[in-house]
């Protein structure tokens, strides 16, 4: 059964950090770009950040530039989002998703399968 299993959300005070993971099942992730996204209560999802099949390019959103890293280890069929100096409007659930290789070019907004997202609650 093809699975996109995200864990490592919380709750963490402003500043702090928390690292996403990414885990594929039934699926392998050396083909696809991969994608992280987030959803605020009342708000649309948006692109967080995204990383293309080798892992050589990167893109995030102008608003976790410099805060938050992608990376990928395709050994483990794993995908990360390092979060740091998180703000209380970073408070959202976040999912990860498979898209097309080319997708890297659109912030990997062309998606073919979804996780089914975990909660981050980013508060004093």
């Known amino acids: 059964q093809l699975q996109l299993v995200e864990s490592g959300g919380g709750l963490v005070q402003p500043g702090g950090s928390l690292r996403l993971s990414c885990a594929a099942s039934?699926?392998?992730?050396?083909?696809?770009?991969i994608g992280w996204f987030r959803q605020a209560p009342g708000k649309e999802r948006e692109g967080v950040s995204c990383?293309?099949?080798?892992?050589?390019?990167?893109n995030h959103a102008d608003s976790v530039k410099g805060r938050f890293v992608i990376s990928r280890d395709n050994a483990k069929n794993t995908v990360y989002l390092q979060m740091n100096s998180l703000k209380p409007e970073d408070t959202a659930v976040y999912y990860c998703?498979?898209?097309?290789?080319?997708?890297?070019?659109?912030?990997?907004?062309?998606?073919?399968?979804w996780g089914q997202g975990t909660q981050v609650i980013v508060s004093s």
């Open positions: 998703a498979a898209g097309p290789p080319s997708s890297i070019q659109a912030m990997c907004l062309s998606v073919y399968y």
């Open positions: 039934g699926i392998t992730l050396d083909y696809y770009a």
């Open positions: 990383i293309s099949v080798s892992g050589d390019s990167t």
